[in-house]
């Protein structure tokens, strides 16, 4: 069986699941609680704004830094891994699944790629209701497409290793919470290390954080850190999964 295929059937199986509907009401919590920021705050925002700064970049930032989507993010890809293989340990699927003609790295891969894909939809659809809101508070400026397209890309790029690791964790422990709260500790932890710059750059629960858009130092610096992360947490978790008994 091929792997787009499998990934595809990843999706088919959620079409009864609660990733779908966690995939609309976060980013339209995020869209809601920036409206009514904004509304409330938008005079002030201006005022006290950096030099340079527009409507735009002002949203984008208050999103990241001060809703905390940078910092939450990583839980949020750790519930969306949760609940892929919580639908295997739920129906019990996993003697069907292997007795497949398919590999079990293909197996692994597709969740990967499959929660990949799932997390890309959430980053996308917490940017277009980041350009809801503008359009609906009547910003004067156009909408920055660079930034934000720029601000989704990095997003995708540094959710790579905890994407992995999330992956690792939620194949590993049949109770689909324990991977969450572990998701959480290092949400938690990393608001500890972003006070030492060189641990937040090795943390991948931090990577996320240093992606709001405007900022590209730290960025450059991290982005083979991430992909290094991201295949050893790949090659761990594949050794286990390979290993472990799962029928």
């Known amino acids: 069986m091929k792997l787009g295929t499998l990934i ?22 995020t869209t809601l609680a920036m409206f009514v920021d904004f509304s409330l705050r938008y005079d002030y925002l201006l005022d006290t704004a950096e030099p340079g700064y527009s409507s735009w970049d002002l949203l984008l930032l208050e999103n990241h830094l001060v809703l905390g989507w940078g910092m939450f993010l990583p839980m949020f890809i750790a519930i969306i891994y949760a609940l892929i293989y919580q639908v295997e340990e ?32 959430l980053i996308l659809l917490n ?19 660079s ?3 720029s601000y989704v890309g990095k997003q995708i790029l540094m959710v790579l290793s905890v994407a992995s690791l999330q992956n690792w964790l939620s194949s ?22 972003f006070q030492h710059p060189s641990a937040a750059k090795l943390f991948p629960y931090a990577f996320p954080f240093f992606t ?4 590209n130092e730290e960025l450059t610096e991290m982005v083979r850190n991430n ?8 090659g761990l978790g594949l050794w286990h999964f390979k290993q472990k008994d799962v029928l």
């Not at 324990?178 to 290390?193: D, K, R």
């Not at 709001?212 to 900022?215: A, F, P, Q, S, Y």
């Not at 992909?227 to 790949?234: A, I, R």
């Open 212 to 215: 709001d858009g405007l900022v």
């Open 8 to 29: 595809w059937l990843e999706g088919y199986k959620q079409k009864k699941g609660l990733i779908w509907l966690f995939l609309l009401v976060i980013p339209a919590g």
């Open 90 to 121: 739920s129906k019990n699927n996993w003697k069907q699944i292997l007795s497949l003609p398919v590999r079990r790295e293909s197996v692994y891969f597709s969740k990967f790629l499959a929660g990949l894909l799932f997390s890309m939809i």
């Open 227 to 234: 992909l290094l992360l991201m295949l050893t947490f790949l």
């Open 147 to 149: 930034d934000y397209v």
């Open 172 to 193: 590993y422990f049949k109770n689909a919470i324990l991977p969450i709260v572990i998701g959480f500790g290092g949400v938690i932890l990393s608001t500890i290390i």
């Open 127 to 145: 940017m277009l209701g980041l350009v809801l809101v503008g359009y609906m508070m009547d910003f004067p400026e156009t909408v920055e497409w």
